[in-house]
């Protein structure tokens, strides 16, 4: 008995959560009109796409996907050709100064973003940078988190394999690439997802750094979605899905790796 | 270490440079700028001018920086505790036996994923004065409508409800690994002994959970200090700027009036508060370990 209210307690406590989900889906398929008058019918009466075809058509909502892709997997992948080196070097190379290099970097993991964005602008102002896509993604790419979750995997790795390695001849660099980064696999990926989420959902940068319509990252679009369109919540609410679909994917594909990474390393914002 | 060579000091910092090199460029380097830019008048049209500790002075004297400042902190206080407990609650149940827990995990932790934009989007049509499902739903049981998001008593409320049901789930993640690595045993002999529910609550999991608990404490406070997108898509800062919070304020400093010392002024103070509370916070909890 006490545990059917239990049972029944967490279904409905789950169900609820789910609720402004289920409720932007509906939305999104309701007829512009029938938003305002047909509030509560679950099913709408005149269930449309109509919403989606003129997201499609009357925005760069296609063109703003387009650039978040473009910046998130630019960013997934020179964050990791930058931060995989020297966290192999940090794990397993003796070098004068590492320890120093090291506390170096992860008292970068302490300074939040938002201190910098000033400086950042002005920076790339002055480079002519300023609203292209490469200012939103040359931010993102240090990414001290990344080195930390790679260094304490590859000092995982047995020291032996890159011995034998060594006397059949390799040098460093062929052991980083044939044996380290093969084996490393997992936490890479770790490293990969987190950056990708990361670059994905970044808000403020983009918006400073971006001004031109045509330019903005998915995040900043839906944002300027909701000023232009105030009032027309279906529209919205179908732009709001159209932006989700890529994020929906992309944790049902890698959902073990992405709690993985966040149990491992505890990062936030 | 892996191999003794007298090439380590060269491999070393040749694998160690890409990263250093961006690293100084797009952070190290920000950082002092920032701080240099903080001592100048500097409107990007005109020229700098040095005014030494002005912007910090004429901050201490800006109303709107302290209500910014206020809103940041009440915005703290109301998401922090409730975030830890339902992250808590949400790790337990997904940790239990229910036959939802796995759902359950997916349920909690998807809004999480969602970019703050999409959240604000949602939320405040959940919210929309008018046709809003929350009203209607009040109108239907009699009730009046409520401005959630228009009412100055209310707003930040709003903008916290969101900011939980959005990332609620990534204390849950943090917590439930940290209960996952309580082995089994534990438990069993605390069973075995006669405990019940709540008592191995008491006395295991909380205790052997600590670190993980001030470690997401502290992650909470310093991500909560750091709001901004969600106020920004929800609220614009209003009504009557009052859910304007620090980080809107510096961003409208920049942006829109083009005050970059006095926004950079503005950054380093927000910087300051938040390494003291971190490195009090570490005194404090690592003191009685």
């Known amino acids: 008995m006490k545990k059917k209210i239990l049972f029944i307690v967490a279904l409905v406590v789950l169900v609820l959560w789910i609720f402004p989900l289920v409720w932007l889906a509906i939305t999104s398929l309701k ?16 269930p ?14 296609l063109k703003w996907l387009w650039n978040s ?31 120093i290099l090291f506390w170096f970097v992860m008292a970068g993991m302490m300074i939040p973003f938002q201190v ?59 052991i980083f690439t044939t044996i380290i980064l093969p084996l490393g696999k997992s936490a890479l990926a770790t490293v990969m997802i987190l950056s990708f989420i990361n670059a994905w959902n970044d808000f403020l940068w983009p918006l400073i750094a971006i001004s031109d319509t045509a330019k903005y990252t998915i995040t900043v679009g839906i944002a300027n979605f909701q000023g232009v369109h105030g009032t027309d919540y279906s ?4 732009g709001a899905v159209i932006a989700s679909v890529p994020q929906f994917v992309f944790y049902f594909i890698f959902r073990k790796k992405i709690v993985e990474g966040i149990a491992m390393t505890g990062i936030k914002g | 270490m892996a191999i003794p060579g007298n090439k380590d000091t060269r491999d070393g910092v040749l694998f160690s440079l890409p990263f250093v090199l961006i690293y100084l460029f797009l952070l190290v380097f920000p950082i002092i700028f920032g701080l240099c830019i903080s001592f100048y ?12 500790l002005g912007n910090y002075i004429s901050l201490f004297k800006d109303k709107t920086f302290y209500t910014s400042l206020w809103h940041t902190f009440q915005f703290v206080f109301m998401t922090t505790p409730i975030l830890m407990v339902a992250g808590f609650l949400m790790a337990l149940f997904v940790n239990s036996k229910s036959l939802l827990r796995g759902a359950g995990e997916n349920i909690f932790f998807i809004p999480y994923v969602l970019s703050i934009t999409v959240i604000g989007t949602l939320w405040a049509w959940l919210f929309q004065k008018n046709y809003g499902l929350f009203n209607q739903l009040f109108m239907l049981l009699g009730h009046a409508k409520v401005g959630w998001l228009t009412d100055p008593q209310k707003a930040m ?58 470690l997401c404490l502290l992650l909470q ?69």
């Open chain 1, 69 to 99: 892709t473009v910046v998130s997997v630019v960013t997934m992948i020179l964050t990791l050709a930058v931060d995989a080196p020297i966290a192999y070097a940090m794990a397993k190379i003796k070098f004068r100064g590492r320890q």
């Open chain 2, 157 to 214: 409320w709003s903008v916290s409800a969101a900011t939980i049901w959005w990332t609620a789930g990534f204390n849950m993640i943090l917590f439930s690994a940290g209960m996952k690595q309580i082995s089994a045993e534990v438990y069993e002999s605390a069973r075995i002994d006669g405990a019940g529910y709540f008592r191995i609550l008491k006395d295991i999991t909380i205790p052997l959970l600590r670190p993980t608990i001030v």
């Open chain 1, 31 to 46: 007829l512009e009109e029938d938003v305002l008058t047909d509030v509560f019918r679950i099913f709408p009466k005149h």
């Open chain 1, 48 to 61: 449309t796409l109509q919403n989606y075809a003129k997201a499609f058509s009357s925005t760069y909502i």
């Open chain 2, 221 to 289: 406070i310093i991500a909560s200090f750091k709001v901004f997108g969600q106020v920004f898509v929800m609220t614009g800062g209003g009504p009557y700027g009052k859910t304007r919070v620090l980080i809107q304020y510096i961003y409208e400093n920049g942006f829109t009036y083009f005050k970059m010392g006095y926004s950079s002024a503005m950054a380093y103070v927000l910087f300051l508060l938040i390494m003291v509370i971190s490195v009090v916070y570490y005194k404090i909890m690592g003191r009685d370990k």
């Open chain 1, 235 to 238: 529209l919205i609410m179908s």
């Open chain 1, 116 to 174: 910098i964005i000033i400086p950042l602008y002005l920076q790339f102002n002055s480079y002519g940078l300023v609203n292209t896509l490469s200012a939103a993604i040359l931010p993102r790419l240090a990414l001290p988190i990344g080195i930390f979750i790679l260094k304490q995997f590859f000092e995982g790795i047995p020291d032996e394999l890159e011995e034998a390695a060594f006397i059949d001849g390799s040098g460093r660099g062929r």
């Open chain 2, 41 to 52: 008048k500097w409107d990007i049209l005109s020229s700098r001018k040095f005014i030494g």
